[in-house]
C-alpha cells in the first residue's frame, strides 16, 4: 500500500491519498478519516457515503 501525502504550500498537512489496490484509491483527510476514493479500472470518483461524484480522478477535489 503505498501513501502519498498532501500537504498546503506553507507545508501543513492537507491529507492522504492511499492506494490499496488496482481498484481503489482512496482519500483521507489529516486525521485519517476516508472521504472519498477512484476506481482507475472504470475510471470513477466516489464520495464516502457511495454516491458516484464523476468520472475520472476527482480525489482532491473532495479535500
Known amino acids: 500500500m503505498a501513501v502519498t501525502t498532501l500537504k498546503n504550500a506553507d507545508g501543513s498537512l492537507k491529507g492522504f491519498i492511499h492506494h490499496l489496490s488496482n481498484y481503489r484509491?482512496?482519500?483521507r483527510n489529516p486525521n485519517g478519516e476516508p472521504l472519498?476514493?477512484?476506481n482507475p479500472s472504470n475510471n470513477i470518483t466516489y464520495q464516502i457515503n457511495g454516491a458516484v461524484m464523476g468520472f475520472g480522478d476527482l480525489l482532491t477535489s473532495l479535500l
Open 36 to 38: 472519498g476514493w477512484y
Open 25 to 27: 484509491v482512496e482519500i
